[in-house]
T-cell receptor, first 111, second 113 residues
Framework: RKEVEQDPGPFNVPEGATVAFNCTYSNSASQSFFWYRQDCRKEPKLLMS???SGNEDGRFTAQLNRASQYISLLIRDSKLSDSATYLC????????????FGPGTRLSVLP | ETGVTQTPRHLVMGMTNKKSLKCEQHLGHNAMYWYKQSAKKPLELMFVYNFKEQTENNSVPSRFSPECPNSSHLFLHLHTLQPEDSALYLCASSQDSGAETQYFGPGTRLLVL
């Protein structure tokens, strides 16, 4: 089983739609969790950290379920500029040194 | 953004060449990382340096040799590479605590002929 798995995608949605991405991780000792976005031919950039209580940043909501080892990202009112690959990232090391990236889910928001 | 810079941005090399990739971070971070991103594959962590000491080597072949002279600079020395080593090589940095996020450079796109 891969350490971090994500919805295979791609997701093609119209502007204004709500879209949800799922991610599961295999290491129950994982310490911290993140969503990154990566635009085509660019480097990954942090979208948001994921906290146990869930957190929201504007149109983006992240949830963590440690018991199920599951992370989600919800995007509301999607914009054309949201088109990118969304990477689920899990830090499996207490000392913050082992970031494991999922394969990513590609999102295309269509006009 | 100029927090993490990488040079060169593109590199074509033969299998017998020796080249080096350079990364510099201007964020005052203590940890630096090399990742490999191949087509259709997740990012793979290669090396981690914390306070200039190498703390992770994820079974990377010896034809890749990292060097970290100080907390702001990281090199990846390449020699006798194979065509399957063609990929995007990304450098990142972070503070040294467990929950800190990483900031990536723009990457070096490497083609090995």
């Amino acid at each position: 089983r891969k350490e971090v798995e994500q919805d295979p995608g791609p997701f093609n949605v119209p502007e204004g739609a709500t879209v949800a991405f799922n991610c599961t991780y295999s290491n129950s000792a994982s310490q911290s969790f993140f969503w990154y976005r990566q635009d085509c031919r660019k480097e990954p950039k942090l979208l948001m950290s994921v906290y146990s209580s869930g957190n929201e940043d504007g149109r983006f909501t992240a949830q963590l379920n440690r018991a199920s080892q599951y992370i989600s990202l919800l995007i509301r009112d999607s914009k054309l500029s949201d088109s990118a690959t969304y990477l689920c990232v899990v830090n499996t090391d207490n000392y913050g040194q082992n970031f494991v990236f999922g394969p990513g889910t590609r999102l295309s928001v269509l006009p | 953004e100029t927090g993490v810079t990488q040079t060169p941005r593109h590199l074509v090399m033969g299998m017998t060449n020796k080249k080096s990739l350079k990364c510099e971070q201007h964020l005052g971070h203590n940890a630096m990382y090399w990742y490999k991103q191949s087509a259709k594959k997740p990012l793979e962590l290669m090396f981690v340096y914390n306070f200039k000491e190498q703390t992770e080597n994820n079974s990377v072949p010896s034809r890749f040799s990292p060097e970290c002279p100080n907390s702001s600079h990281l090199f990846l020395h390449l020699h006798t590479l194979q065509p399957e080593d063609s990929a995007l090589y990304l450098c990142a940095s972070s503070q040294d605590s467990g929950a800190e996020t990483q900031y990536f450079g723009p990457g070096t796109r490497l083609l090995v002929l």
